[in-house]
T-cell receptor, first 114, second 114 residues
């Protein structure tokens, strides 16, 4: 089955700087890669996702890049703000009928230092 | 729409006791999942269901049972709770459609087994 590894497990950045979190996956058939943000004591919520036919996707200060050859994808947050402090979790799935199971990474705790 | 609702939110059990966690979704989603979230281990899939009346084992199914008698409800049962089952449990649902697998999570259930 799919295995998703996420690094780093913790990350601290100064407010205004950029943060990058990386995930690698093992199943070459995976083609859907979402990122979830989980604030303390709250449920995970989707912030951005990317499909295998796209190399990069942006949404304001957040971007995700995908390298299918190397089987890794990364979350980039620019101009970080205190409200970006949270746990970020990546996932991968085949995203087709009968294969909608998501395999999650172990999460990255991001702390923005004011 | 309420989305995905879990009950209860908190529970303390004694070793050997049993309980049922209820997950309800009002989005007409086909797929429903139960995860447990432990520090350093991320979200791990316990059981899942691809439709009413069907269930399947995930990554860590031992000690748990599930039922999906109605499309909108997915129940997770612990027949004889053990301290190793102390965790935060999340239910999630996804729409069965190609490349549309955003997972909507419940608010979580914090279970402590003493």
């Amino acid at each position: 089955g799919e295995n998703v590894e996420q690094h780093p497990s913790t990350l601290s950045v100064q407010e205004g700087d950029s943060a990058v979190i990386k995930c690698t996956y093992s199943d070459s058939a995976s083609n859907y890669f979402p990122w979830y943000k989980q604030e303390l004591g709250k449920r995970p919520q989707l912030i951005i996702d990317i499909r295998s036919n796209v190399g990069e996707k942006k949404d304001q200060r957040i971007a995700v890049t995908l390298n299918k050859t190397a089987k890794h994808f990364s979350l980039h947050i620019t101009e970080t703000q205190p409200e970006d402090s949270a746990v970020y979790v990546c996932a991968a799935s085949r995203g087709n009928f009968g294969n909608e199971k998501l395999t999650f990474g172990t999460g990255t705790r991001l702390t923005i230092i004011p | 729409n309420a989305g995905v609702t879990q009950t209860p939110k908190f529970r303390v059990l004694k070793t050997g006791q049993s309980m049922t966690l209820l997950c309800a979704q009002d989005m007409n989603h086909e797929y429903m999942y139960w995860y447990r979230q432990d520090p350093g281990m991320g979200l791990r899939l316990i059981h899942y269901s691809v439709g009413e009346g069907t269930t399947a084992k995930g990554e860590v199914p031992d000690g748990y049972n599930v039922s999906r008698l109605k499309k909108q409800n997915f129940l997770l049962g612990l027949e004889s709770a053990a301290p190793s089952q102390t965790s935060v449990y999340f239910c999630a649902s996804t729409l069965q459609a190609p490349l549309n697998t955003e997972a909507f999570f419940g608010q979580g259930t914090r279970l402590t087994v003493v």
